[in-house]
């Protein structure tokens, strides 16, 4: 998480220095403010004064039942993070859904609703049910628009710097090229709106909440109407010179735009071509299903080597619908993946499966958050309050 340069500003600055530091530690868990101090390095004098800030702010909140220890004498107050002060929404437009998250500003989603879509829905079509579905979510968590500081989208395609959707390889999404999504949403709700590519979004829920939990260079495959991949360095999101990177199926000789030409080939099989039905006649051991799950899996096999060999993952997540094979289709990838690969990277599914872009649309929407924090931290005369109005400013 970036922080605040300690550069020689007065005390005021310091103050609020202090204050976001000690506001970081409070979204993780909560304390008391002898734990504050002693972790902070900081005297329990300024922790407590800086405990007194985010109370009055609306920042933190006094828990219940005082924290207790082994010491004698009087329980230790101990508070946590008012989490409920605010909420972010986090949306997946997908090809064949539109998926709604609104969360707390600690990112625990509060509800969520989904909506299925025809891939040749026209554009405007598809916007109007993103908003119904935004919408429908925060009734569903009694919440209205002003509840809600900050939107995170997530779409198929390259996403320009600016949210425009720049360029898209897959079936279906008529006009949906040249959107500016981020201000066509901007413009519905009244708040800032962050947009990028669902392959993107996917690798920042994995490496925040799902398989890729702890790892720092890992690729992520979302395989669904199309394959795409996100790369993770070093932690963090590598999009590329136009932020093209991991758009490795638009090669056709790496397999993965025919992959899906195995599941259809079960047309008239007695086993529906969809990979669902074929994930499952492969478990039950039908060998129509089984041939078909080997071309599958050796197809997604040769895009994923390529991109184990240029990056060098220390893990590969498989993610989208192609998760939902669990380890039917995990074994017949990794079998391929091992044979063209000697030192081949470890291969895990999503524990995310199709929540993966509309949780990483959150995380993107509270890191809007915190970067307007730490702008406001640098600059306002104190530390702003959980406010709407504070940070559609500071992130406008």
Known sequence: MPSVPQ????????????????????????????????????????????????????????????????????????????????????????????????????????????????????????????????????????????????????????????????????????????????AEFKARWGMPVHVDSDNNLGTMAEHWRGSARGARDVVYVLSGNRTSAGILINGAIYRGHRGAAGLVGALPQLGWAQAPAHVEALAGSGIEPAREAMFSAAREGNPLALAALDGFAADLATGLVAMALAVDPELIVLGGGVSRGGDVILDAIRKHVERLHEHAPRLTLSSLGDESVALGAVKAALDSIEAGLLSAVETAPGFPPPSRTTFTKATT
Request: charged share 30%; hydrophobic share 40%; aromatic share 4%.
């Open 7 to 182: 550069g020689a500003g007065d005390r005021s600055l310091l103050r609020r220095i202090n204050t976001h530091a000690a506001l970081l530690r409070f979204r993780e868990r909560p304390h008391t403010v002898s734990e504050l101090a002693e972790q902070l390095g900081l005297s329990r004098t300024a922790v407590e004064d800086v405990v007194r800030d985010l109370v009055d702010l609306g920042w933190i909140v006094q828990l219940d039942e005082p924290a207790r220890d082994a010491r004698p004498g009087r329980p230790a107050k101990s508070y946590r993070f008012a989490a409920e002060s605010g909420h972010v929404i986090g949306v997946d437009i997908g090809v064949h859904k539109i998926l709604c998250i609104v969360a707390d500003l600690r990112g625990e989603p509060r509800s969520s609703r989904r909506a299925e879509v025809g891939e040749n829905a026209p554009a405007q079509e598809r916007l109007s049910l993103t908003d119904a579905v935004v919408r429908d979510c925060l009734r569903a968590a009694r919440l209205d628009m002003d509840d809600v500081w900050c939107a995170g989208i997530g779409s198929p395609g390259v996403i320009g710097k600016h949210g425009t959707v720049d360029r898209y390889g897959g079936n279906g999404l008529p006009g949906w090229i040249g959107l500016d999504l981020a």
